[in-house]
């Protein structure tokens, strides 16, 4: 399946960078993420938790960068395996670029799921994806903001949205992708 | 005994005794029989990807929980149990075997790689998550076109590519025929993956005796002599020492008419660990791996002539046989029948077909109620509509042009199936009549709009393949199928009647109408007949209970086999009362002088003098005791028919289809039951409305399943089943014993063409092709959006 989506952060993006760098922040505001630990200079690991209607799984996901350009972008290969609840795997390329005051991050990511989650969860799985980006995005801005004692705006509304995928999409994956995204930043940082 | 009983049983409705104890909850269901001390549940680890090499299994987690007695994995079964395969005789076909647990490669997802053992099902459930699988992912292959392309991945690499099964057929000078006709009509037809969805999902429990080296399978199913003979062969037993028997069974529909690794497993077990050995499935695992059905590709030409007449029929179906070929009937099952049913009650002399099956990393596909003919009506059927829209006459009036009409019969189709009766033109009368057809054609617009919403009408006329015999299954390649059933009846010394059956009920109503069909037979009361089926202990050998073979087969040899018994009552009575045995007669519990009844005994006496249990001894020659076996093998086929009409309004704001008037006009021979012939009507009738309108296994196309739970696989409710306006017409088969032909298939089989039909119908002012089912609302607003020239949203 292909995901796509975008956010605005209405935050400079050295400001953003910088604060990417810190890792405790994002183990905060990646919903579920229990660790991020680095393996090499493009080989990470991290734990993240999450529910999908009856599915409970602790996602083990294997990540690794490649085409990294602090300033532009990257792109992410992932892959996760909750055990008996199933697996996910896939590419994302990520791309930062400024937009007016503020930081527009874009995504686009091919990941194919399977096990349980794909099987009794897909119907589920839309919405709570939906949750758990727009909270990752919500938490960042608002750790930004605070940081940068700026006022935290609304969300623009083409971002307020879910990622617009074009099929089912799954929170983990996409709590994944955003994992991987974090890594990315904070490792290029 | 009562003197005013009525004993013309066959034809009348009596309740089913059944439903005494199943609307009570008190049937004993598989999980409902007594667990044996030391029993060990199973659990199976399912592989989450489509194909994958198997790397490791690591156990040590799953082990270390207290309760687990053992993981074992493909290669610890290698010595006990063979791979698993059916044997099937056909050209074109390629064996294909399996192994009962993964071994090295999986290839589909849901396919066993490991089976857990504890000593509570709970215990088995908790270490199934923790048994760690390492897999190397391979690419994979969901769909029938995805299977069929030149860089397709080999699933099965001896193979060389995906074809496992490929037939053709082709009448003399087909060609010229074909080119003959007028004009040549084309399409191309899909059904969508379904299956059975019994109320009871599987189980099965193997039982050590503890004394000898026997073995009782408890099991959910409706083959168990098929099922014994098929664990003896894989597993090196003798068919002596295992007993295969079904409890009360909730719901078969051709799903449990198969054999699955899981009874071969737990067999296995009970035999290496001493112990007894359950498992019961739950609903995931029901649509994960219990077998699938359809999912069918239907190129069809007709050539036809502008009065309406087809002249030749070219036909290319190509099926889905999923990862391996199930057993007993391979993946060759519903790609003969789709091919070899398609002529259908109409008179097509010129024929041609080609089928296929291919493997796909997608779970085995197989039996399900209608095998390959809903799919063949809704391609035949669905021509019959399009030839009248393009020649301008009506689609009913196509049908009269072309069926097989009273006069011509016994007819004996293109593919040599003889139809020995029949009532296709009156059936089509009577139900175009019952719903109004001609008043609601005349005012019908154009543009098919009234009040709101597009209506339309929707024929499907077919013909019902039932009671299939030893030739009609050889001639499809199943070279173990036996095609017989057969009976004991014993007259026990009480005058009591005791029927075994080698059938078993998966709630069909056995348990009524073979004591009826008993009862008729001997002069009995129905409620002095006890039937026991479903047993290899207690019944002779037999085929089993599906391809609407209950009737025709088990009610054939009771039939028989009553007779047989009565011979010996009236020699015994004849003895008894000195009256010649031509004169006497079994009726109302008594045999006696058919031209005076007054001279007479009752069967118990008759009874008595046969088990010595009186002063009276036998005549001289005649044996102890009062019983016969019988075993009936039916002809090829006996051909059922009917036909649904259905109209449908279709909401242009939704897309939903709602079904406003419903007819069905059935015909299975002689009724034994009519108010369990509704049933089987309404019920087959139910699942062709779901097949047509919203159930369908979705696969992605890395042969990932997308909905294996019942929030997503939908099934009609109440909510969806219209009342359905039923007429019974009879015309006695003159091929089977008693005119007896099958009733549970036709409601599928009539029902899909017919809706997909009346939702074409609705919106042929729209310009909508409808081709394919289900016909799901989002599908059809889509549909209708596009036609107007709307944005689909």
């Known amino acids: 399946m292909i995901l796509e989506g975008e956010w605005l952060i209405p935050i400079d993006r050295r400001t953003v960078w910088r604060a990417l760098n810190d890792p405790e922040m994002l183990r905060v505001c990646i919903p579920g993420c229990q660790s991020l630990e680095k393996h090499s200079d493009t080989e990470f690991a991290s734990s993240i938790k999450a529910a999908v209607g009856p599915v409970n799984a602790t996602f083990h996901a294997k990540i690794g960068l490649t085409d990294i350009d602090p300033d532009r972008g990257y792109t992410i290969v992932g892959e996760g395996k909750g055990g008996a609840a199933g697996f996910a795997r896939g590419k994302a390329k990520v791309d930062l670029e400024d937009d007016g005051e503020g930081t527009r991050l874009s995504y686009r990511a091919e990941v194919n799921i399977g096990g349980k989650l794909a099987q009794v969860g897909s119907r589920l799985i839309q919405g709570t994806a939906r949750k758990l980006s727009e909270q990752f995005f919500r938490c960042l801005t608002e750790e930004l903001s605070a940081g940068s004692g700026k006022p935290t705006p609304e969300q623009p509304a083409a971002t307020a949205a879910a990622p617009s995928s074009t099929n089912a999409s799954l929170v983990w994956v996409v709590a994944a992708i955003l994992a991987v995204a974090a890594i990315g930043w904070w490792f290029a940082g | 005994m009562n003197d005013r009983e009525d004993f013309t049983l066959i034809g009348r409705t009596v309740l089913r005794r059944e439903d005494s104890y199943l609307l009570r909850g008190l049937g004993q269901f598989l999980d409902d029989l007594p667990e044996p001390n030391g029993l060990i549940h ?69 396919e066993s790689v490991a089976v857990v053992l504890a000593e509570s099902p709970y215990v088995a459930q ?116 295992l007993r295969v028997a079904a409890p009360a069974v909730g719901g078969g529909f051709g799903t449990k008419a198969h054999v699955y690794p899981d009874e071969l497993i737990v067999v296995a077990l009970a035999r290496r660990y001493r112990r007894a050995v359950k498992w019961v499935q739950d609903r995931r695992e029901d649509l994960l791996t219990n077998i699938h059905a359809r999912e069918h590709v239907l190129g069809i030409q007709v050539a036809v002539n502008r009065d309406g007449i087809i002249g030749a029929v070219r036909l290319d179906v190509r099926t889905n046989a999923g990862a391996y070929p199930n057993h007993p009937y391979s993946c060759t099952l519903e790609a003969t029948a ?75 189709n293109v593919v040599g199936v003889r139809y020995d009766t029949g009532s296709y033109l009156p059936s089509l009368e009577r139900g175009l009549e019952m719903i109004g057809y001609d008043a609601f054609r005349k ?60 059938q078993a009920d998966a709630g069909q109503g056995h348990y009524t109408t073979f004591a009826q069909i008993a009862a008729d037979r001997l002069g009995a009361r129905w409620e002095d007949v006890n039937v026991i089926e479903g ?30 018994v009565a011979v010996k009552v009236r020699r015994i009575a004849s003895y008894m009362l000195d009256i010649d045995p031509e004169r006497l007669v079994l009726t109302k519990g008594r045999v006696c002088d058919k031209d005076d009844p007054v001279k007479g005994l009752s069967l118990r006496d008759v009874a008595e003098t046969a088990y010595s249990m009186n002063n009276l001894g036998l005549p001289q020659g005649e044996e102890h005791g009062l019983e016969a076996t019988d075993y009936y093998d039916p002809p090829m086929v006996t051909m059922a028919n009917g036909t649904h009409v259905a109209q449908v309004a279709v909401d242009p704001e939704d897309g939903r289809v709602e079904i406003e008037r419903y007819a069905v006009v059935h015909d299975c021979g002689r009724v034994i039951n009519p108010m369990i012939v ?17 159930e369908e296994i979705v696969y992605d196309a890395e042969g990932q399943h997308l909905n294996a739970n019942l929030l997503e696989y939908l099934l009609p409710t109440a909510m969806d089943v219209p009342d359905i306006d039923l007429a019974h017409i009879e015309t006695p088969s003159i091929d089977t014993v008693a005119g007896i032909k099958g ?51």
Not at chain 2, 545 to 552: D, K, N, P, Q
Request: aromatic share 8%; net charge neutral; charged share 20%.
């Open chain 2, 443 to 502: 005012a019908q617009p154009k543009d098919r709009m009234v009040d709101g919403k597009y209506r339309g009408i929707g024929i499907c006329n077919y013909t019902e393949v039932s009671g299939t015999g030893a030739p009609g299954w050889r001639v499809r390649g199943f070279a173990k199928m036996p095609g017989f059933d057969s009976s004991r009846l014993v007259i026990e010394p009480d005058g009591r009647i005791t029927v075994y059956v080698s």
């Open chain 2, 535 to 564: 047993d290899t202990s207690k019944t002779p050998y037999g085929t089993g209970t599906f391809a609407s073979r209950g009737s025709v087969v088990g009610g054939g040899t009771i039939i028989r086999c009553s007779e047989k």
């Open chain 2, 42 to 110: 199973i659990a199976f680890v399912p592989s989450p990807y489509a194909r994958a090499s198997i790397l490791s299994i690591d156990a040590s987690a799953a082990l270390a929980l207290p309760g687990v007695i053992a993981v074992l994995t493909g290669k610890d079964f290698e010595g006990d149990v063979k791979t698993f395969a059916p044997e099937i005789v056909i050209d074109g076909y390629r064996e294909v075997r399996r192994p009962v647990v993964a071994v090295d490669r999986v290839n589909f997802v849901g």
């Open chain 2, 126 to 241: 908790d270490a199934l998550e923790l048994v760690e699988v390492e897999y190397d992912p391979l690419p994979a292959v969901a769909g029938i076109e995805q299977s069929l392309a030149a860089d397709a991945p080999v699933i099965h690499e001896k193979l060389g590519d995906n074809l496992l099964f490929k037939t053709r057929f082709e009448t003399d000078g087909f060609e010229q025929h074909f080119a003959a006709a007028d004009l040549v009509l084309e399409e191309e037809f899909r059904t969508g993956r379904v299956t059975g969805v019994m109320i009871e999902p599987r189980g099965c429990m193997a039982c050590p005796d503890p004394v000898a080296d026997n073995f009782t399978l408890w099991t959910t199913t409706q083959i168990p002599h098929i099922v014994r003979t098929a664990i003896a062969d894989h597993l090196g037993m003798a068919e002596s020492a």
């Open chain 2, 678 to 694: 509704a049933g089987q009507v309404h019920g087959a009738t139910a699942q062709g409305i779901g097949e047509a309108l919203m």
């Open chain 2, 743 to 793: 009733a549970a298939e036709g409601g599928v089989t009539g029902a899909l063409p017919a809706l997909a039909n009346a939702v074409a119908d609705a919106l042929s002012g729209l310009g909508v092709n409808i081709t394919r089912v289900p016909l799901r609302p989002s599908f059809i607003l889509e549909q209708i959006r596009k036609a107007r020239g709307q944005v689909p949203g």
């Open chain 2, 338 to 412: 789709a091919v070899r049913m398609m002529p259908g009650p109409y008179k097509i002399r010129n024929y041609k077909y080609d089928v296929c099956s291919v493997a796909t990393n997608t779970a085995p596909t197989g039996a399900y109620r209608g095998t390959g003919q809903p799919s063949a009506f809704l391609a035949i059927e669905g021509m019959m509509d399009r030839i009248g829209r393009k020649l301008g006459i009506d689609p009913a009036e196509v049908r009269r042009r072309n069926v097989v009409r009273p006069e011509e019969f016994p007819y004996v």
